[in-house]
Nanobody, 124 residues
Framework: QVQLVESGGGLVQAGGSLRLSCAAS????????MGWFRRAPGKEREFLGA???????HYADAVKGRFTISRDNHENMVYLQMNNLKPEDTAVYYC??????????????????WGQGTQVTVSS
């Protein structure tokens, strides 16, 4: 089993930046793909992107060029750097792990273990 804990959310003005962290404990998360998702009020969960065990990344079009996913396998940490934030980025952000694959970058349905989420609010 793996436990995921997100942190780093908060209130930021439009155009600002935040870095979210996801700490993984338990099962060796460094051997698995990790993903970031968000859920805005009244909307479905949205897949933002993922990072494979070797650092390869993939991003959804909505955040490509603004968000960057990275990981530190020694520390079992995954990060989401968010730049040029917009009010429509306001959401609860979640990290998740694909407990089967080290390589999955695009199949959001395979991410099957989740953190509790961290709130990001972007003011205009």
């Amino acid at each position: 089993q793996v436990q995921l804990v997100e942190s780093g959310g908060g209130l930021v003005q439009a155009g600002g930046s935040l870095r979210l962290s996801c700490a993984a404990s338990g099962r060796t998360a460094s051997r698995h793909s990790m993903g970031w998702f968000r859920r805005a009020p009244g909307k479905e969960r949205e897949f933002l992107g993922a990072i494979a065990w070797n650092g390869a990344t993939h991003y959804a079009d909505a955040v490509k060029g603004r968000f960057t996913i990275s990981r530190d396998n020694h520390e079992n940490m995954v990060y989401l750097q968010m730049n040029n934030l917009k009010p429509e980025d306001t959401a609860v952000y979640y990290c998740a792990i694909d407990l089967i694959s080290a390589w999955n970058l695009v199949d959001a349905s395979k991410f099957n273990s989740w953190g509790q989420g961290t709130q990001v609010t972007v003011s205009s």
